[in-house]
């Protein structure tokens, strides 16, 4: 199957990030914005009959094994399933502004760092406090004002949508005069710009409502496993896929594909299925490596360029040359610990046993002493009927 692993891996994100942030307890936000399968942020979030959430992907992956809830082991169906578009929203702004917002709160730049394009935190702050006076201006008053979410100006609700917003957005100049911009606004002062929602519903269209065209779409079913070779490989064409490989390689690629497909569509922004499709081709490359990994061949997927393969083998062997030393260090260290361990635990049965003993031995010569005692009572009284029976017959 064609494609290749991707030789450069994305950074990897942890809630530890916030630790030497102004605020290091953002870092619970971010851990509530992950799924507790894959740890990575939510991806097309989904809602159990449990009421956990998972990525769809994740959680689709994990019912296709087995029917049960990764956190509370209770019986999960792909039925059940339904999507969150708010929440993926929210988690996709979150994980936008994430490395701004990291780098605007570290510690050692609150104070006077200054942004390129902005002014310091410092005054920042010193602005916000300013406009306290703005704010009680505008509860005082019964006009609606906005904030201009491209130069922060504070203006008329209906000036900010009718000509201010496309003179920022056109780099030109706002002709009205400039007040001071309002944050935490009350009920008479909308932020941004009014939200176009749905008549109906009364629900933001941009928030929680997909495109019609996804809407409508119908979910792939289940893989039948009863379908033949020839049949599955039909279906597969139809669906576009690569219907090279054995039987239980074609029903491996067509799970991960439905589950890729059901997934997409419980994302607020959906991708094409040409990208589902690449998706695919690297999923099942990564296996292949898994593969040849885990039988011992260093080599990448055989469909890679020779070039490239020269260069991940190369790349392996060096990687493994590096890192042998520290494998046989944690190798070692977990062997002198389970040494340990099992050192402990003989100590413990010893002395356990050694108490045993004792105790025996106490009641041993308790005993002893008792047959003893028995045995001079026995001794005494024989002694006394003998000197009886002896009188007796003197007499």
Same mark, same amino acid.
């Given at each position: 199957m064609v494609g290749i692993v991707p030789d450069v891996w994305?950074?990897?994100?942890?809630?530890?990030?916030?630790?030497?942030?102004?605020?290091?307890?953002?870092?619970? %936000?971010?851990? %509530?914005?992950?799924? #507790?399968?894959?740890?990575?942020?939510?991806?097309?979030?989904?809602?159990?009959?449990?009421?956990?959430?998972?990525?769809?992907m994740c959680i689709r992956r994990t019912i296709s094994n087995t029917n049960k809830c990764p956190i509370c082991s209770e019986e999960t169906y792909e039925s059940g399933l339904r999507k969150v578009l708010l929440l993926d929203s929210i988690v996709r702004w979150f994980e936008n502004k994430r490395p701004s917002l990291i780098e605007s709160l570290q510690i050692d730049q609150i104070e006077d760092s200054v942004?390129?394009?902005?002014p310091s935190i410092k005054e920042e702050l010193n602005r916000i406090s300013e406009n306290a006076e703005a704010l009680e201006t505008a509860s005082s008053s019964s006009e609606q004002l906005a904030e201009c979410p491209v130069c922060g100006t504070c203006m008329n609700v209906n000036e900010l949508q009718e000509k201010h917003i496309?003179?920022?957005?056109?780099?030109?100049?706002?002709?009205?005069?400039?007040?001071?911009s309002v944050?935490?606004?009350?009920?008479?002062?909308?932020?941004?710009?009014?939200?176009?929602?749905?008549?109906?519903?009364?629900?933001?269209?941009?928030? #929680?409502?997909?495109?019609?065209?996804?809407?409508?779409?119908?979910?792939?079913?289940? %893989?039948?496993?009863? %379908?033949?070779?020839?049949?599955?490989?039909?279906k597969m064409n139809s669906l576009k896929l690569?219907?090279?490989?054995?039987?239980?390689?074609?029903?491996?690629?067509?799970?991960?594909?439905?589950?890729l497909y059901n997934s997409n569509l419980d994302s607020i922004h959906p991708v094409s299925e040409r990208l589902l499709i690449d998706k695919l081709r690297k999923w099942e490359a990564l296996n292949d490596r898994k593969a040849n990994l885990k039988s011992g061949r260093d080599s990448p997927p055989i469909n890679?360029?020779?070039?490239?393969?020269?260069? #991940?083998?190369?790349?392996?062997?060096?990687?493994?040359? #590096?890192?042998?030393?520290q494998y046989m260090e944690l190798i070692a260290f977990a062997k002198l610990n389970m040494q340990k361990l099992r050192n402990k635990e003989q100590a413990e049965r010893n002395e356990k046993q050694t108490e045993r003993n004792e105790k025996q031995t106490e009641r041993n010569e308790k005993q002893t002493e008792k047959n003893k005692e028995e045995n001079d009572s026995l001794n005494d009284d024989s002694g006394d009927a003998f000197s009886d029976l002896e009188t007796e017959l003197i007499s």
């Open positions: 994305e950074d990897v994100s942890d809630p530890s990030d916030w630790k030497n942030t102004k605020y290091p307890d953002l870092a619970n %936000l971010d851990s %509530l914005m992950r799924c #507790q399968i894959c740890k990575e942020f939510l991806q097309a979030p989904v809602l159990t009959t449990c009421d956990h959430i998972f990525c769809s942004d390129e394009d902005g496309e003179e920022c957005l056109g780099n030109a100049q706002p002709s009205s005069k400039e007040t001071k944050r935490n606004s009350p009920n008479n002062v909308v932020g941004y710009f009014k939200i176009k929602t749905n008549v109906t519903n009364n629900i933001p269209e941009n928030v #929680q409502l997909q495109n019609s065209k996804i809407r409508k779409k119908k979910r792939l079913p289940n %893989l039948d496993t009863s %379908l033949s070779f020839n049949k599955l490989k039909e690569p219907v090279n490989g054995n039987k239980t390689e074609l029903e491996n690629r067509m799970r991960e594909y439905i589950n890679a360029d020779e070039n490239t393969i020269k260069r #991940q083998k190369k790349e392996h062997v060096s990687w493994n040359r #590096q890192n042998s030393g």
